[in-house]
């Protein structure tokens, strides 16, 4: 079903909240405005893969949309030959290598999740120096590599892949787990007011007390990294989505 776009919308119900994130998205897509960062928090089973699988289908295979949205469908069809799709699934090394399991592709070797986005848009050269030293990218350097093609960026578990490092004897793997979050801060700054989007999953619980928005819950391995990539993501962006408000998935039992 999650490999099947067609499939995969037969059995899934798109709530409001849903429709209103493709909308978004595909308005910034072609340059209409919109929110460039997308930020999905809940614990595990809450549905955060799902959400990134509905946007990564929408995009891969608009016309599979038809089946729940025509209007839609329209939409992110003309824009379908236009748009980069970056995946950074990072309990994939082949997706997310890191300096203690590299990837290695013809001419050179990706050692970091910065080089891992770099490698995925076809220009690793542009961050070679800074996936080679371990140097986190900045704003500036981020945004060159981007450009101005229409671009969606999809990263899960990066908090559980940044707790990898975190604890480790090497003193340049925890240094490499705080520049991952640093990292994640530079991103969601470069994509502001451009053409591209970014959806970042996170496994907090969260709440809001008047204005701010606070951790209710996080998952305990994970908390340093948890409260570190939230504070980053906040500092750029309050507004976050609640994946279980977005879709649903119907099993085959379903009426």
Not at 57 to 75: F, Q
Request: charged letters at 25%.
């Amino acid at each position: 079903v999650y490999s099947n776009s067609f499939e995969f919308f037969k059995r899934t119900y798109l709530s409001s909240a849903m429709n209103k994130i493709l909308n978004s998205i595909v308005d910034v897509l072609s340059s209409r405005g919109g929110r460039n960062v997308y930020p999905l928090y809940s614990l595990y089973g809450g549905g955060k893969t799902h959400t990134l699988i509905t946007i990564y289908h929408a995009i891969k295979t608009p016309k599979a949309l038809e089946i729940v949205s025509r209007d839609l469908a329209i939409k992110f069809m003309e824009i379908a030959d236009k748009v980069r799709l970056v995946v950074l699934d990072c309990d994939s090394e082949k997706l997310v290598p890191s300096p203690l399991s590299p990837l290695k592709v013809e001419m050179y070797s990706v050692h970091t999740i910065w080089g891992a986005l770099a490698h995925q848009l076809g220009r690793y050269d542009d961050l070679r120096i800074e996936d080679e030293r371990g140097v986190v990218p900045t704003v500036d350097r981020l945004r060159g590599l981007l450009g101005k093609r229409p671009t969606v960026i999809l990263i899960d578990e990066v908090v559980k892949y940044a707790s990898r490092f975190e604890k480790s004897s090497s003193r340049e793997m925890r240094d490499y787990s705080r520049a991952i979050i640093v990292f994640i801060e530079n991103l969601a700054k470069a994509v502001s007011d451009t053409n591209t989007v970014l959806v970042i999953t996170l496994p907090i619980k969260v709440r809001k007390v008047g204005e701010t928005v606070q951790i209710e819950l996080f998952e305990e391995p994970y908390a340093s990294m948890s409260k570190a990539c939230f504070r980053a993501i906040g500092r750029v962006t309050s507004t976050y989505d609640i994946p279980l408000t977005t879709c649903l998935l119907y099993t085959s039992d379903a009426a």
